[in-house]
């Protein structure tokens, strides 16, 4: 069984920083590609951050160098340090997980089988 599950989030103020953190269940972690999605109020999910099993990371163009993705294959953990936070910023954050094993990281929500319940992230002016 595998599930994401994150952590991390809550309410902070323009200009601060903020880790998220997801774990995910199963023995093959290392394998997968783990990306970060979010989605605010009657907005489409949009792609954040992935990385892939060789630790190449592909971002999305959203985050402007602010945010940076890792991961800790001993701990089942991929983290998201989010810096500069800004109120556009503000949005329910969710891991996913791509089982694949390939190198391809893709930015598609549809190519990520298994979801966590979201973190949610508040950034205040």
């Known amino acids: 069984q595998v599930q994401p599950v994150e952590s991390g989030g809550g309410l902070v103020q323009a200009g601060d920083s903020l880790r998220l953190s997801c774990v995910v269940s199963?023995?093959?972690?290392?394998?997968?590609?783990i990306g970060w999605f979010r989605q605010a109020p009657g907005e489409e999910r949009e792609f954040i951050a992935a990385?892939?099993?060789?630790?190449?990371?592909n971002y999305g163009g959203s985050t402007g160098g602010r945010f940076t993705i890792s991961r800790d294959n001993e701990k089942n953990t991929v983290s998201l340090q989010m810096n500069a936070l800004k109120p556009e910023d503000a949005a329910i954050y969710y891991c996913?997980?791509?089982?694949?094993?390939?190198?391809?990281?893709?930015?598609?929500?549809?190519?990520?089988?298994?979801w966590g319940q979201g973190t949610q992230v508040t950034v205040s002016s």
């Open positions: 996913a997980v791509d089982p694949s094993g390939g190198l391809n990281i893709s930015t598609m929500s549809t190519e990520y089988d298994y």
């Open positions: 199963g023995n093959r972690f290392m394998y997968y590609t």
């Open positions: 990385i892939n099993l060789r630790q190449t990371a």
